[in-house]
C-alpha cells in the first residue's frame, strides 16, 4: 500500500470480516476423527469388561477351581452386564436413547459374542494345549480380542444405532463425536 492509498482510507468504513460458510458434510478427517473417538470410548469400556471378565474368570478357574468353559462363559456374562452400562452410558450415550428393542439386541448380540468367545476359548485351551494360569490366561485374551471386533461392529451398527434426529446434528455440526 503506497501513502495515497492510506490517505484515502481515512474516514472509510472497514470491509466487513469474511464470513464463514457454512459447514456441509463432514469430510473425511471429521469421520476419521469421529470413528476413532468412538474406538478410543469402545476401548475404555471394553478394557473395564475385559478387567471384570479376567477377575471373575481367575477367581472361578483357579481361586474356586471351577471347569474352564463353566468360568469363562460366566466370566463373560458378568462382564456383559458390566459392558452395558458403560456403552449405553458413556460410549454411545449420545445415540438413540434405551429402548427394550436396544437392550434385547445388546443381549443377543452380545450371547453370540460370548458363543464366539467360548469356542474360540475351548479350542485355545483344550485343542492347542493352552491349559495353566498363563496359557489359560493368553487363551482368554485370544478369544476376548477376536470377539471384541464382531462386538464393536454389531454395537455401532444396530444396537446403539443413530436415529435419523442424530444423524442431522451431525451432517450439521461435524465437531460432534461418534
Known sequence: MNLFEG????????????????????????????????VVKFAAVGGSGVAVNFLVFNLLLHGLKWAPMAATVVASCVAM????????F???????SRTRRQIFLFFVFSGIGVVMESALFYVAYHGLGMSGPLGSNLAKALSIVLASAFRFLVYRTWVFERTKRDHQELVQDPQLPG
Open 90 to 96: 458413556f460410549a454411545y450415550r449420545d445415540r438413540a
Open 7 to 38: 490517505w484515502a482510507r481515512i474516514g472509510r468504513r472497514a470491509p466487513a470480516p469474511a464470513q464463514p460458510s457454512p459447514a456441509g458434510p463432514p469430510g473425511p478427517s471429521a469421520w476419521t476423527r469421529r470413528v476413532a473417538l468412538e
Open 81 to 88: 452386564g458390566t459392558n452395558y452400562l458403560g456403552f449405553r
